[in-house]
């Protein structure tokens, strides 16, 4: 646990790159307020994003939607990740949610279109990469299915950014309970036609075989802690509760490390290529389109 989270080992190629000049990665979070994504937010990065003096937006008034951004630096065996953490607040909270993605959509192009100027611009340095590269996805355990809103929501953003669905809060779910509603939401994410973010094959044996292993399990269902507790001697991320400990990283609880090491470890480079050559790419095509009509 201490201070590992993974991206250091990135494949060789991209590691040296990151050595080199940093790693820009930009991850957004949205979904209903109060499902636990400031909370997964601190557990991935094993660092508080959101502090006392810095609380995240749940804690703060949310009359309306309003997008908070976060930068950390985190460092791992010579490797610095630049990461931008965007967070949502509090969507579902209003009568009518009508518009709620808005912001949200709003929010992903304007970073297109400022990427878009910069890159018109002549200029010898290489560009910063401010885009939005990956979003979680926040799905509320009902054990009933994606919500309309979920559905509008996933469906305004699929063509501007990856989504990568999580199913919230798995340890209020039973084992089948989980397994069920995993199946009903992969179901309704087909017949809605929402893309969601497909990991890629890769080459390296064991990644391959995580990679085969998360796909069987989508959409992973997560869940955070802030406390540290002591099990058998090991200090462990978890919940507590009074019949025992729901183990953030073990991956008997919930697929949190899957998530980890998909996000951080085999795909971060792919979450940002296919940024770039499929929805930057859209956008740009779009805007010129645009001009030439
Ligand atoms: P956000 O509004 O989506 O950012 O949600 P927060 O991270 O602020 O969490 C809202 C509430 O849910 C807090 O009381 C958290 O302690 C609790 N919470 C966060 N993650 C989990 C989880 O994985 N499982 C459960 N049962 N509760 C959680
Ligand atoms: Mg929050």
Known sequence: LEGYVGFANVPNQ??????????????????????????LLNSLFLTDVYSAEYPGPSLRSKKTVQIQQTRVLLREGGVHLLLTVIDTPGFGDAINNADCWKPVVEFVESRFEEHLNAESRVNRRPLRDTRVHCC???LAPTGHGLKAIDI???????????????????????????????????????ENEIHIYDFPEVDNEEDSKQTKKARASMPLA????????????????ARVYPWGLAEVENS???????????????????????????HYENFRAQCLAGLAG
């Open 14 to 39: 991209v590691y040296r790159k990151a050595v080199k000049h940093g790693f820009e990665f930009s991850l957004m979070v949205v979904g209903e307020s109060g499902l636990g994504k400031s909370t």
């Open 222 to 237: 997560v869940m955070g802690s802030n406390v540290l507790v002591d099990s058998n001697g090991r200090k462990v991320r």
């Open 152 to 190: 509008e929501f996933m469906k305004q953003l699929h063509e501007r950014v990856n989504i990568i669905p999580l199913v919230a809060k798995a340890d209020t779910m039973t084992v089948e309970e989980c397994r069920q509603f995993k199946k009903q939401v992969l179901k309704d994410i087909q």
């Open 252 to 278: 008997e609880h919930c697929d949190f490390s899957v998530l980890r090491d998909l996000l951080l470890r085999c795909h971060l480079q792919d979450l940002k290529d296919v940024t770039n050559t499929v």
């Open 136 to 138: 979680l996805y926040f």
